[in-house]
């Protein structure tokens, strides 16, 4: 059975987007506020942000950093303490993601303000949870998406480059983990007309970010609000929610997640973004599935965003049978959602996929 969870009840996207808050407060007599943010955050939207109602609380809460068990718990407490009444969370996809488990488990309202396009976090009714020490634990599906979704796109603009990059890849992978699954349900009796919604906007994700990335990135780094870039945005914010929203299990991770998980236990990759681990991912689903052309394409097109295209890139300096084994084997385990893939997923196929990487990242380089 599918469950659509379609994304937020409210959706603005404009320079003045944040001028909808005090309304929106005011209108649902929302008079007390936990405001969650990380720091740099704030200090990007601040200028845009408006004056709330005169008779708002609003209690400033600094996000510890990891949407963590311990995070959730801690905004929990504070949120009976102080008896409030919606959750503000403003940042990168860990800090809505906490706001939105702890919004959901309090039984309150979500505004979502993201600062940055790297993820499909502010729309979607998921938060991913990790470790104190960034390793992924699990991940949960609310009932509802936010109540509210800002996005300023003169703040992401001026956020770094390397999370538009990451967001690009992450939102490639829509449509790369879900290729296979969609075809698959294609030819049974279960390609409804959720399914196929979500399947479109997997495609629209994959010929929006290939025709228009480098140009985005081009745009932005020159401070350029086009749009073409804007387009990139929405697509990573937007388009990319929509296809776990309409698809439940079937549009969200597979392959490349597992993967993206699996790295996530080795000290190597923790410098690297969520959607960097995935743009690798995205390769090894490639190979495992023996697409040699989408491959080679997005190989080179990784290359020129400077994402990680083999296990030296993501920082590994000895590479050695055990170690690909050992990434092969925590993106196998059984908990996996790479076992979704109607092919071959055990540990022996993910070994050989990621051996076949290397072989031909190595083949384009000289």
């Known amino acids: 059975m599918i469950i659509s969870r379609i994304g937020p009840q409210q959706y603005v996207v404009s320079s003045e987007a944040y001028d909808q808050l005090p309304k929106y407060l005011s209108n649902n007599q929302l008079t007390r ?29 600094n ?41 959901h488990y309090e039984r309150v309202q979500l505004v979502l303000i993201p600062t940055l396009a ?37 703040v992401i603009l001026n956020s770094p480059v390397n999370y538009l990059i990451a967001g690009i890849a992450d939102t490639l992978a829509k449509y790369y983990e879900s290729e296979l699954v969609f075809q698959h349900l294609a030819e ?51 388009t990319a929610g929509t296809v776990g929203g309409w698809g439940d299990q079937y549009g969200r991770a597979t392959g490349a ?27 090894v689903q490639l190979a495992l ?15 020129k965003l400077n994402l990680p295209t083999n296990l030296k890139e ?13 990434i092969a084997a925590e993106s196998s385990s059984p908990d996996k959602t790479i076992h979704l893939l109607p092919l071959a997923t055990d540990e022996q196929a993910v070994f050989n996929a990621i051996q076949k990487l290397e072989h031909v990242t190595h083949k384009l380089s000289v």
């Open 257 to 283: 997640h597992s993967v993206h998980d699996a790295l996530t236990l080795f000290k190597e990759t923790q410098p690297l973004l969520h959607g960097e681990k995935v743009a690798y991912g995205i390769l």
């Open 63 to 103: 996000f510890n950093g990891e949407c963590s068990i311990n995070e959730i718990n801690r905004i929990r407490t504070l949120i009976k303490q102080y008896d409030i009444q919606v959750v503000i969370g403003l940042g990168g996809g860990k800090v809505l993601d906490t706001a939105k488990s702890a919004s």
């Open 289 to 303: 599935e023996a697409h040699v052309d989408d491959l080679r394409r997005l190989i080179q097109l990784f290359k």
């Open 314 to 326: 993501l920082g590994f300096q000895q590479i050695t049978t055990s170690l690909i084994h050992q």
């Open 118 to 154: 790297s993820n499909c976090a502010p729309w979607s009714s998921v938060s991913v949870h990790y470790k104190e020490n960034g390793e992924r634990l699990d991940h949960e599906v609310y009932d509802t998406a936010a109540n509210l979704l800002l996005v300023n796109p003169v």
């Open 188 to 238: 049974s009796d279960h390609f409804d007309s959720t399914l196929q919604i979500s399947f479109q906007m997997a495609v629209d994700c994959r010929d929006i970010l290939l025709k228009s990335s480098i140009a985005a990135v081009k745009d932005m780094k020159a401070g350029q609000l086009t749009t073409e870039w804007l387009n990139v945005v929405e697509t990573i914010i937007a």
């Open 33 to 61: 506020i936990l405001l969650l943010h990380g720091q740099r955050s704030l200090n990007a939207a601040k200028p845009y942000l408006p004056e709330l109602p005169k008779d708002s609380h609003i209690y400033n809460v």
